[in-house]
């Protein structure tokens, strides 16, 4: 049962070959018998998730059921859950159960999809591997010494062990792209504005996005068309139709434009991953794809310029975090100072403080323009790299990250180096786009992502040109042994 | 040495709208605390801020008022700081492009002239909540209803001169934002208080005095106080060859004293940047014009429209229109008290008023209308009663006797005009009177005023005083 | 651009968070390492472009002024950790 598609399971239950109920007791037996190999699932809810499997047996049978209802799914902690407990990976949230709903978690509810549980995540989604969590690291399934990357390594983990079919990831800095690429799964993450932000705890707000994780563009689409949309609670929510991304799948290639920007096909890209993209666009030229060589110049800047953004937001909006009206208290704070410092101190992990100091210096007085000014300059640098290069081509495509997954506690020492592993996916966040990843080759049994970048709202295109790949290629159809 | 006073107040004026600025709670005041503190208002994690229409309209109408550009394109900033009346750690705020600036407004001094007090800027933020330091076990309480209250702090120039003009300028903000019905003005329940910055410098040095900010002011009474104290406490200092140093003190009323706000005073660095949550406002030519259509007639308009209309003299038509209430209440009275302008002045701006001040009422809350009062009025003017028995009929409908003309009918009240019947009272009191009468004649004419008197106690006031005197005059002869 | 063990706790405290003595070192090594690359953003000629706060060339929307929100004390208090008649409780302030 958990190697079919959403489709298949959507047509299954239709059918009356299985109730959503026995669909969702094989994701939580999975989930039982898998999870302490991968520590992907922090929160599980087995017992609402039976009572929203049942209402949408009932639903199904009403024919007003939608492609979602019945499927169950995990999600990431990062999403308000009312009355389920989340942390965001963190333990200053360890103690919050949510009061109110996401408006993902609502959209989704409202689809009929069934929760499983909340997915573990780098704490307050800063990380690239997964190794921030409050609640331990994530492993990769395909090897279970190395990281999913971050920070949906939860997600990621357990879409490609097929502990679930689908799960929510958010993407500030490639945190769905790159653990889809590390886990061989497909995630995308749409255009700024596409899916509202309202109680999805906040990281960088310019940059935060939400999107899927699944195991095919096809299953991607149906989430991502259930999870988009305008949101009148979320100011940067953009009032503008949701396409129907299932619809356009299909769609022919002959005719599409790729570009390769060549600054991602140089220095710091292992050969061998490197070797998989270039057969992965192989596949496109034979679907008829034009292809042709790109320039974004700004390239490099990208990641010292998230790393001035990023921060800055955080700082900030990691302040109401601060033991008064939610969340983690020190013990007998002795005055005002003391409730804060220790409660701040005690409830957030090393990354998570490194970025708060980053941030509160960047922005700091005598150090703003030199800093933020300047990183929010070379921002718009970054945009009009791609605005211009969206002139000639249709998609971009390149690596999602220039290794595959690394060794934990490899990195964890060393931030720069931890953070260079996003270079190819932080400035699609600093330019809003829409970008994605799909498996496309394995290099020594472990997954290589390819990445797609699509102009503003592409999100169509995109989820099209990712699944005429998957047509005629099986990379998104494998499993990690042990998983199978 | 000369000292002359540097200041400039800001201002916090409470936006009078129903829903908080970023959040569709409940602004009204009074409530149990924190039952409408709602998700956003708390900071919760997850939460957004989506603005407010209203606050977007009410800025406008105030920078179309003062004169000021109204910006079309603001944008919303994030000031930083820990404290737990601030949900979030940050306040929302504008910075850099505030939707309102570089207006003025005028004021009248006590010299009769004018003074024009530049507006630097008038800015959207949120209000943060209250801190009850009530005894909970050494604990303090906070109440988040007030955060979010949508404020716009008006920022004017350092041109103000003494506290005198600070009073007046804050006055005629108040009236202003009043008239524009942005805000209700009540600085008991916080809805409008100010800051001040105070310096000195000696006469004539154009560089400016370190100025200490008074925070938090929230009477009139107050922030003359406040500054005339600072403006000595800095003298002495100077003069005792100190230096003034660049501070926030805190006005105590009861010790009519300022003092330095040391838990505050260690160096804030805001760390202001634009809010990612919330996108720069864009206000269209098409939004002002709307707006501008709302205007209502302001009170310098007005008060110059007093003088002209009713030949009011300035300082009449000034203390007339220091409130749209009490302007409207005057025009009423006048309308009612067909036309007689500088009449119903003198009965608003003086019986009227002293009896509200007495009472520590409002205009709003007058025991008599302005229909009442103008018909009373109407009666004076067309001889039916005279001046002093007016005031006794104003007495009655002040206590709800009914309007002018049935007390007047009831109490028998009407003047006697007739010359017949005032001939014949007069005629007894002459009667009565003899010696007298024969002093009178002797060359005692004060003695006029005795017969005056004794005729108006015979007529219980009600014959009319010019016939009265001009008839006692032909029949002493 | 580096930053010196005292650095790193004048941004702590404007942070209010809670950093070890012991631990200021490291942060302050980590930090530096993190600011020195970002200063290559310093080599940029940035002169007259204008920063970018959003990703969309969007303003913003508004909302009618209208009370859409009820009282959900009861249900926001229940993850506070300290409350009293209806108040969030907090150490003294001291004014």
Known sequence: MHQKTIVEMAAGLRAGEFSSEELTRSCLQRIETHDAQLNSVITLTAEAALAAAQAADARLKTGDATPLTGIPYLHKDIFCTEGVRTSCGSRMLDNFEAPYDATVTARLKQAGAVMLGKTNMDEFAMGSSNETSFYGAVKNPWDTERVPGGSSGGSAAAVAARLAPLATGTDTGGSIRQPAALCGITGIKPTYGRVSRYGMIAFASSLDQAGPLATSAQDAAYMLEAMSGFDPRDSTSIDQPVESYAQSLEQDLRGLTIGLPREYFSEGLDAQVGAAVEAAIEEYRKLGAEVKEISLPNTALAVPAYYVVAPAECSSNLSRMDGVRFGYRCEDPKDLEDLYTRSRGEGFGAEVKRRILIGTYALSAGYYDAYYLKAQQVRRLIRDDFVQAFKDVDIIMGPTSPNTAFRLGERADDPVTMYLSDIYTIAVNLAGLPGMSIPAGMVDGLPVGLQLIGDYFAEGRLLNAAHRFQQVTDWHTRMPAGFE | ?477 | MSLDTEAVARIAHLARLGVDDSEHESYARNLSDILSFIDQLNAVDTQGIEPMAHPLDASQRLRPDEVTETDQREKFQKVAPSVEAGLYLVPKVIE
């Open chain 2, 1 to 477: 040495m000369e000292w002359e006073v540097v200041i400039g107040l800001e201002i916090h004026a409470q936006l009078a709208t129903r829903s908080k600025i970023f959040s569709g709670a409940s602004t009204a005041y009074g409530a149990e605390p924190n039952t409408q503190a709602c998700a956003v208002d708390l900071g919760l994690p997850g939460v957004l801020p989506v603005l407010n229409a209203g606050v977007v309209g009410m800025a406008a109408k105030f920078g179309l008022a003062t004169h000021s550009t109204v910006a079309p394109r603001s944008v919303f900033a994030r000031k930083n700081y820990f404290y737990p009346d601030l949900p979030k750690g940050y306040q929302i705020s504008q910075f850099e492009l505030p939707i309102v600036h570089d207006g003025y407004l005028d004021i009248d001094l006590e010299d009769g002239s004018t003074r024009r007090i530049g507006i630097t800027r008038a800015h959207l933020e949120e209000d943060a909540g209250k801190s009850l330091h009530e005894d909970f076990q050494g604990m303090t309480g906070i109440d988040l209803n007030r955060a979010g209250t949508p404020l716009l702090e008006i920022v004017s120039e350092p041109d103000l001169r003494s506290a005198k003009q600070a009073v007046a300028y804050m006055k005629k903000i108040h009236a202003l934002v009043r008239y524009l019905d942005i805000c209700d003005g009540n600085m008991q329940e916080g809805s409008f208080r100010c800051d001040a910055n105070v310096s000195i410098r000696p006469k004539g040095q154009e560089e400016f005095g370190t100025r200490a900010e008074i925070k938090n002011i929230n009477s009139f009474r107050f922030v003359e106080r406040a500054i005339n104290y600072e403006i000595e406490r800095q003298i002495d200092v100077i003069e005792g060859g100190g230096t003034v140093v660049q501070e926030t003190r805190l006005y105590d009323a009861d010790k009519d004293e300022t003092r330095s706000m040391r838990s505050k005073e260690e160096a804030n660095d805001y760390r202001y940047f634009p809010d990612p949550d919330l996108l720069p406002v864009v206000i269209e030519p098409e939004f002002i014009e709307a707006v501008r259509k709302t205007l209502p007639e302001l009170p310098d308009r007005k008060c110059e429209r007093f003088t002209q209309d009713y030949g009011l003299s300035h300082a009449d038509a000034g203390a007339l229109t220091s409130s749209r209430e009490l302007a409207d209440f005057f025009e009423q009275t006048v309308k009612a008290a067909g036309g007689e302008g500088k009449l119903s002045a003198n009965w608003v701006m003086g019986e009227l008023s002293a009896l509200l001040n007495k009472a520590g009422k409002d205009i709003s809350e007058s025991p008599v209308s302005p229909e009442q009062l103008g018909g009373m009025l109407l009666r004076i003017s067309d001889g039916t009663i005279s001046g002093k028995i007016a005031k006794q009929v104003f007495e009655a409908m002040c206590n709800g006797e009914g309007d002018a003309d049935s007390i007047i009918e009831k109490q028998g009240l009407k003047q006697i005009t007739d010359s017949g019947a005032i001939e014949k009272i007069i005629r007894e009191v002459l009667d009565a009177n003899p010696k007298q009468v024969e002093q009178y004649k002797g060359g005692q004419e004060k003695l006029l005023g005795f017969f005056v008197g004794q005729v108006m106690k015979a007529t219980q006031g009600k014959a009319n005083p010019g016939e009265v005197n001009k008839i006692l005059k032909q029949m002493l002869v």
